[in-house]
């Protein structure tokens, strides 16, 4: 059974600094790995998608890569502002014949100006 | 634009009582999702459906039930059975058609209470 953790819970850090955010996962037979942000009261925004085959996706500030032998994946967030003050998420898509996708439990981040 | 549209974003339930949460989207994808979201724990599957006229229990499916009998809707039924109903829903599409490797697209959730 795939089992994804996020650690740390919680991060709080001062604007302008750089900062990375790790997701680990049990079970390498991974067909992607998606990072989601949510806000308070809301869905979930899609921000990256890694392909199994993909080492790393990039987005403006963000960047996430994937180790899959290591069953690990990062999303690193370049000069933080107050605005990405959220909770992320990773998921891990299994497949099995329908999108089987695992969730962590997230890292709520505070980015304080 | 396309997207998933959850309603409505507040519900209350009298105990006894079914509720039913909509979720509609318009982009066209063949696989829509339901997800229950409890403080502290990861999203879990509740329901999923990869085409119209089939759906399939998820990882939580007791108390709740769903249809489809449209691509764009995929009502989901909280029913009296499900004694802890209060948590947050969210709703989620794909493209589907067995292709693992395409992202879920969420709507922005339905908050459900117990009165």
């Known amino acids: 059974k795939q089992e994804v953790t996020q650690i740390p819970a919680a991060l709080s850090v001062p604007e302008g600094e750089n900062l990375v955010l790790n997701c680990s996962f049990t079970d390498s037979a991974i067909y992607n790995l998606q990072w989601f942000r949510q806000d308070p009261g809301k869905g979930l925004t899609s921000l990256l998608l890694i392909q199994s085959s993909q080492r790393e996706q990039t987005s403006g500030r963000l960047n996430a890569s994937l180790d899959k032998s290591s069953g690990r994946s990062t999303l690193y967030i370049a000069a933080s502002q107050p605005g990405d003050s959220a909770t992320y998420l990773c998921a891990v898509s299994s497949g099995g014949g329908y999108q089987k996708v695992t969730f962590g439990t997230g890292t709520k981040l505070q980015v304080i100006p | 634009d396309g997207g998933i549209t959850q309603s409505p974003k507040y519900l209350f339930r009298k105990e006894g009582q079914n509720v039913t949460l909509s979720c509609e989207q318009n982009l066209n994808h063949d696989a829509m999702y339901w997800y229950r979201q409890d403080p502290g724990q990861g999203l879990r599957l509740i329901y999923y459906?990869?085409?119209?006229?089939?759906?399939q229990k998820g990882d939580i499916a007791e108390g709740y039930s769903v249809s489809r009998e449209k691509k764009e809707s995929f009502p989901l039924t909280v029913t009296s059975a499900q004694k802890n109903p209060t948590a947050f829903y969210l709703c989620?599409?794909?493209?589907?058609?067995?292709?693992?490797?395409?992202?879920?697209?969420f709507g922005d959730g339905t908050r459900l209470s117990i009165l």
């Open positions: 459906s990869q085409i119209v006229n089939d759906f």
């Open positions: 989620a599409s794909s493209i589907g058609g067995g292709m693992g490797n395409q992202p879920q697209h």
